[in-house]
C-alpha cells in the first residue's frame, strides 16, 4: 500500500533553516508529482508547493516563494523540502501528499497523505 | 491569492443530507473544472473524497458528490452518518502562477 512518512520537524529560531524528507514507498515514486501542504496549529490547510514526477516544473505558494525549495530524488523514493529565513508564522504541521492522478492530470487533487511533521518557528 | 470561501460551520442530523459551498473567483474555481473536495477528522491527514469538481475516488462512499456552478462549487453528504463528523476543505487549481488555494474550511456536525 501506499506509504508517505514525513521527518525533519522540529523548533528552530526565526531566521534559520530546516530540511523536511518525505519518504515514499508502495507505488512508482518517479511516475507522480508531490505536494506540500501546511496547517498552522487549529488552522485549515495551506497548499505550499509541489513539484512534477521528474522535477522538471515546481511551483509554490506566494508565501513561501524566494524561501523555500521543494526537490526530489527518484532514485531514494524521497521527496523534500528546504525551508530557510523561517518565520513564525511558518510554524504548522507539513504533510507531504501524493498527486492523486499521474501526469498531474488533475491538479490538485491529491492522495494519500503522510502523517505530517511539525515545525515550530520560535525564539 | 486569497483563500477560497468556506462557511465555518454546517450541522444535519443522521440521515439527512447536508451541502458544503465553495466560492471562489473566475480566476480558480470559475475557470477550470478542478475543485477537490478533502475530508479531515481530528489529529488525522486530510483525506480525498473528491476531484475534478464531481468525481470520487475508489473507496469513497457514493453519499458524497461534488457540483460547480459559477465561482461556487459545492459539497454534498447525503444520508448523513455520525463518521461523516469531520472538517471538509475545498482546493481549486488557479493556474500556473499560483497552483492551488484552499477554502477555510467547513465544521460538519452531526447533530
Known amino acids: 500500500q501506499v506509504q508517505l512518512v514525513e521527518s525533519g520537524g522540529g523548533v528552530v529560531q526565526p531566521g534559520r533553516s530546516l530540511r523536511l524528507s518525505c519518504a515514499a514507498s508502495?507505488?512508482?515514486?518517479?511516475?507522480?508529482?508531490m505536494h506540500w501542504v501546511r496547517q498552522a496549529p487549529g488552522k485549515g490547510l495551506e497548499w505550499v508547493a509541489v513539484?512534477?514526477?521528474?522535477?522538471?516544473?515546481?511551483y509554490y505558494a506566494d508565501s513561501v516563494k524566494g524561501r523555500f525549495t521543494i526537490s526530489r530524488d527518484n532514485s531514494k523514493n524521497t521527496l523534500y523540502l528546504q525551508m530557510n529565513s523561517l518565520r513564525a508564522e511558518d510554524t504548522a504541521v507539513y504533510y507531504c501528499a501524493k498527486e492523486y492522478c499521474s501526469g498531474g492530470s488533475c491538479p490538485p487533487a491529491a492522495d494519500p497523505w503522510g502523517q505530517g511533521t511539525l515545525v515550530t518557528v520560535s525564539s | 491569492q486569497s483563500a477560497l470561501t468556506q462557511p465555518a460551520s454546517v450541522s444535519g442530523s443522521p440521515g439527512q443530507s447536508i451541502t458544503i459551498s465553495c466560492t471562489g473567483t473566475s480566476s480558480d474555481v470559475g475557470s477550470y473544472n478542478l475543485v477537490s473536495w478533502y475530508q479531515q477528522h481530528p489529529g488525522k491527514a486530510p483525506k480525498l473524497m473528491i476531484y475534478e469538481v464531481s468525481k470520487r475516488p475508489s473507496g469513497v462512499s457514493n453519499r458524497f458528490s461534488g457540483s460547480k456552478s459559477g465561482n461556487t462549487a459545492s459539497l454534498t453528504i447525503s444520508g448523513l452518518q455520525a463518521e461523516d463528523e469531520a472538517d471538509y476543505y475545498c482546493c481549486s487549481y488557479a493556474g500556473s502562477s499560483t497552483f492551488g488555494v484552499f477554502g477555510g474550511g467547513t465544521k460538519l456536525t452531526v447533530l
Open positions: 513539484i512534477s514526477y521528474d522535477g522538471s516544473n515546481k
Open positions: 508502495g507505488f512508482t515514486f518517479s511516475s507522480y508529482g
